[in-house]
C-alpha cells in the first residue's frame, strides 16, 4: 500500500476526548481524520449546563461542544460523519471500517466512543420509550411542563438533570435504591433545598405504567421491605449510569468486568497504537474535564509512537499535511 493513504491517526468519536485529542494532534502535525457519526460534542451535547468545566462557571453544554469542535476546525481537521462498524488491529497498521463499506487505515486509532445510559429493564420501560419514558431531561423536560416526574438515580446526573427538570415541572421525585445519594455534595445541598423535589429513599421501580397518553404511573418498591405500592406520575426520567460503548474494541484489547478498556496511563491498550480515552475507559472518575485530558494524553503518545514507528519502515516524517492550518 501506498504509505501516503494510511493516517497517522484515526479518532473514533467527537466527544470533548475526541476533539481533544483532535487539538493535539493537529497541532503534532499528525494526519490526521476524526470520524463521528451525530453532532460533535457527544454527552455534553445533553447537557443543560456545564459547571465545572475549568474557565466556564455556567456553560451551556451544547455550546461548550461547538467550542471544543470549533477549535479542533481551526487547525483544519479532516472529519468524516459516519458510522465505524468495524475495526481490524494490524501488523502493518490498523484498519477502520465504516458503515459504506470504506476502509481507513492509519498507524495509530484513538477510541473515544463514549457511553449510553443504562436502562432499568423492567416492565414498561421499554415500549414507553418516548411515551413518558426518558433519558434525556434537557431533551424531554419541556414536555413535562406544570406536570409530576420520576427521576431515577442518586448520582450526579440524578441529581443535575432533576434541578433542570424541577425549572419546568410542578414536581420532581427522586427515586433512588439507597438511604444516601451517591452525587457530589453541592449537588445533594441543592436538592435538599429546591422546594419541588423530594427524594423517595430506599426505592426501585418496578413497573412503569400507562394509559392511552402515555405513562400515567409507576409501581414503586421498598428496598427494605419488599412492599409495592402505585404511584401516579407523567414521566420517568432514568439516570443509573451508563454502559461503554465497547462495540468496536477488538478481541486482545483487555477491558475490566464492566466492560471499560484498561488502559496504561497514556491510554494505551494492550494492542500497540490503539487508544483509549473518555468514558470508554476505566477510570475513578468520569468528567468532561478528564474526557479532554485523556484526548490530550493520548494523542502526544500517538504522535510519538507514529514517529517511532515510521522512523523504523522508512517513511519520511518531515512532510506536514496538506490539510493542516498552521497558525
Ligand atoms: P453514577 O454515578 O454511576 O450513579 C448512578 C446512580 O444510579 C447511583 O446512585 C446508583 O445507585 C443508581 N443505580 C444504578 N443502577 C441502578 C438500578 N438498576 N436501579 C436503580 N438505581 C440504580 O452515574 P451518573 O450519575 O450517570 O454519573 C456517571 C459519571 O459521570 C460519574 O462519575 C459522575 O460523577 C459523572 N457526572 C458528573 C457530573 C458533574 O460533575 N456535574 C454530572 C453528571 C455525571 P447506587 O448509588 O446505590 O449505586
Known amino acids: 500500500m501506498d504509505p501516503s493513504e494510511v493516517y497517522d491517526l484515526v479518532i473514533v468519536g467527537g466527544g470533548p476526548g475526541g476533539l481533544s485529542a483532535a487539538i493535539y494532534a493537529m497541532r503534532a502535525a499528525m494526519k490526521t481524520v476524526l470520524i463521528e457519526k451525530a453532532a460533535p460534542g457527544g454527552q455534553v451535547n445533553l447537557s443543560d449546563q456545564v459547571e465545572n468545566y475549568p474557565g466556564f462557571t455556567h456553560v451551556g453544554g451544547a455550546e461548550l461542544a461547538m467550542r471544543f469542535a470549533e477549535h479542533a476546525r481551526a487547525y483544519g481537521l479532516e472529519e468524516i460523519n459516519d458510522d465505524v462498524v468495524a475495526l481490524e488491529p ?25 457511553g449510553t445510559p443504562r436502562t432499568l429493564k423492567v416492565p414498561g420501560e421499554e415500549d414507553l420509550y418516548g411515551k413518558g419514558v426518558s433519558y434525556c431531561a ?27 427538570l424541577a425549572k419546568l415541572a410542578e414536581q420532581v421525585f427522586v427515586v433512588h435504591r439507597r438511604d444516601t445519594l451517591r452525587a457530589s455534595r453541592i449537588l445533594q445541598q441543592r436538592v435538599e433545598a429546591d422546594c419541588k423535589m423530594e427524594v423517595v429513599w430506599n426505592s426501585v421501580i418496578a413497573e412503569i405504567q400507562a394509559d392511552a397518553s402515555g405513562v400515567n404511573g409507576v409501581i414503586l418498591q421498598d428496598t427494605q421491605s419488599g412492599q409495592q405500592r402505585h404511584m401516579p406520575i407523567d414521566g420517568v426520567f432514568i439516570f443509573i449510569g451508563f454502559t461503554p460503548n465497547n462495540h468496536l474494541v477488538p478481541a486482545g484489547i483487555r477491558m475490566n468486568t464492566d466492560g471499560f478498556v484498561i488502559t496504561d496511563e497514556q491510554c494505551a491498550t494492550s494492542i500497540a497504537g490503539i487508544y483509549a480515552i473518555g468514558d470508554l475507559r476505566e477510570k475513578y472518575a468520569r468528567q468532561i474535564v478528564l474526557s479532554a485530558a485523556d484526548g490530550c494524553m493520548a494523542a502526544l503518545s500517538a504522535a510519538h509512537y507514529v514517529e517511532t514507528r515510521k522512523a523504523a519502515i522508512g517513511i519520511d516524517t518531515c512532510e506536514l499535511p496538506a490539510n493542516l492550518v498552521v497558525r
Not at 494490524?90 to 463514549?114: K, M, Y
Not at 434537557?138 to 433542570?164: H, M, N, Q, T, W
Open 90 to 114: 494490524g501488523l502493518n497498521h490498523h484498519t477502520v471500517i465504516l458503515a459504506n463499506g470504506q476502509r481507513i487505515h492509519s498507524h495509530a486509532i484513538i477510541l473515544a466512543t463514549g
Open 138 to 164: 434537557v431533551c424531554d423536560g419541556f414536555f413535562f411542563r406544570g406536570k409530576k416526574v420520576i427521576v431515577v438515580g442518586g448520582g450526579d446526573s440524578a441529581c443535575e438533570e432533576g434541578l433542570y
